[in-house]
């Protein structure tokens, strides 16, 4: 007998791609329930070949459920997660709201599987931030191999990561820009989006740095290795879907780009494409809509000792979020740490 999942904020970008990973992924379930706040209530969403329509969250009995996708927010997850967990419901959650709750494990599968067994102490398991993910993919192995001392990183960040909004705001913008005389303020971002970068995302802290860029600190040394050194400068660019990362890696022990050329082949959830010719490298429009988190223009950085340079890409909706969740929950079921209701 199959599990019952509801994914909370099932209108928005990841709730959407979190339905249709669970159908691609053939994940076992019974039944999946859109959920939504009132305002959707009825609307209708993809799942596969089927439309489901949206119940209202604040209605919704979550004891029913054996797995909850929340991908609404910080704010409805902080009220409603709990809950949700105290009906015996297990909250995979996707916001930044529980990822640096020492009770709560920060998991990405191909990195830390083991975490998941934490998620007993409040029924909440926390998805990492999208540029987070995809980077500990690729450096997990590398780390493994040679031991990570200092990492560098610049993210270039695609407009989706911002919601559904934020791509409409490029869009509008984009367009305008082909019409003379036409201006589109920006409303979603402080800066014009189209045809720019913008090297401002999240909220600035006392320090200098943005709340991304500490995400990205705090988030690697919880799921990798407290160790670690990270700095992060994160940039949104006029680019829809897919994340990108220029990842500078200082080593404890020689590495060589060939030798991490080979690591990284055989790592869970990686795919290396890096011929050193124009297009041997993989961009964002590649690695939209795929699953795997790709590798390219791996390099020795002479100005280090045991240095290396990375390009890392990846789809920000699906391992960045979507995919990474329903990860796991077939984690969970394929370690027997949760049993279908009904079946139980």
Known sequence: MGYKVAVVGATGNVGREMMNVLTERRFPADEIYAIASRR?????????????????????????????????????????????????????????????DQDVPLVVPEVNADAVTGFTKKNIIANPNCSTAQMVVALKPLHDAAGIKRVVVSTYQSVSGAGKEAMDELWSQTKAKYVPGQEVEPT??????????????????????????????????????????????????????????????EFERPITADEAREILRDAPGVLVVDKREPGGYVTPVEAAGEYATYVSRIREDATVE????????????????????????????????LKAKAAA
Not at 42 to 54: A, F, P
Not at 88 to 95: H, L, P, Q, T, Y
Not at 321 to 326: D, P
């Open 40 to 100: 959707s209530l009825g609307t209708e969403v993809s799942c596969g070949d089927t439309t489901l329509k949206c119940q209202d969250l604040e209605q919704f009995d979550f004891s029913k459920a054996d797995i909850c996708l929340m991908s609404a927010g910080s704010s409805v997850s902080k009220a409603w997660s709990p809950k949700i967990g105290a009906a015996g419901c297990v909250v995979i959650d996707n916001s930044s709201c529980w990822r640096y």
């Open 306 to 337: 045991n240095g290396l340079v990375l390009w890392i890409v990846a789809d920000n909706l699906l391992k960045g979020a979507a995919l990474n969740a329903v990860q796991i929950a077939e984690t969970l079921i394929a370690r027997n740490l």
């Open 188 to 249: 979603k971002f402080p800066k014009q989006i189209a045809f720019n970068c913008i090297p401002h995302i999240d909220v600035f802290m006392e320090d200098g740095f943005t709340k991304e860029e500490w995400k990205m600190v705090a988030e690697t040394k919880k799921i990798m290795d407290p160790k670690i050194k990270l700095t992060a400068t994160c940039v949104r660019v006029p680019v829809f879907v897919g994340h990108s990362e220029s990842v500078n890696i």
